[in-house]
């Protein structure tokens, strides 16, 4: 007989008394630990981080899953990263232990450096870097506040598509790939700031234009 059991939002706490109670059947039981990220996992894990934490997410997810811990540390290179990181340590220990992460869910922006504590950037592993950018980008960014008031000031007659709006967030500082900024774009026409100005191409218009 083969019995399937799943248990979905369950906290920790009913995760280690299920498998103590399986434990006299280990040798028949194939445990599957759910560690997956979803949409509504990565956006409360955004908003429930500090500003600082928030940045590193998301210059990491607008400029294709990488930033260098320069680029965080601004032209002049002064500002110290010293504590910037912790926040999204903190975040994800408090989602396992509060019941909405799950324990076994991989921590979604890494350190990457030679070691002894040094960190030259910051990395998304490559498996969740799509969701998280189409994700992440979708809420209240210092990215999707820019480019929705760039459109907003260039008026009607701007058509905007992904290489323009790439532009226009460069120049603010705000680099982010042509992908990115195409989830951006389709998501400000969600909100109904803008709607498209061709059928056939991502290309959009303030919506009360001609």
Do not use: C
Request: glycine share 10%.
């Amino acid at each position: 007989m083969d019995l399937i059991l799943s248990v979905k939002n369950a906290t920790p706490e009913f995760g280690e008394k299920l498998l103590a109670f399986l434990a006299p059947y280990v040798d028949a039981v194939t445990v599957e630990t759910d560690g997956t990220w979803t949409r509504d996992r990565i956006d409360r894990y955004y908003l429930s981080l500090p500003p600082r934490a928030q940045r590193i997410l998301e210059e990491a997810v607008g400029r294709g899953g990488y930033v260098s811990a320069d680029a965080l540390r601004g032209e002049d290179g002064s500002s110290s990263l010293k504590g910037h990181s912790a926040g999204l340590k903190r975040a994800l220990d408090r989602g396992v232990r509060e019941g909405w992460l799950p324990a076994a869910i991989e921590a979604p922006v890494q350190a990457q450096g030679p070691g002894f504590g040094k960190v030259v950037g910051y990395r998304i592993p490559h498996a969740i870097y799509d969701l998280f950018r189409d994700t992440v980008l979708a809420l209240p960014t210092a990215r999707r506040a820019a480019l929705s008031k760039a459109i907003t000031r260039h008026g009607t007659d701007t058509r905007w598509d992904a290489s323009l709006a790439v532009k226009i967030l460069t120049n603010q500082d705000l680099e982010t790939d042509w992908k990115g900024a195409d989830v951006i774009l389709r998501h400000l026409a969600e909100t109904g700031l803008i709607v498209k100005a061709d059928s056939d191409r991502a290309v959009y218009r303030l919506a009360n234009g001609q």
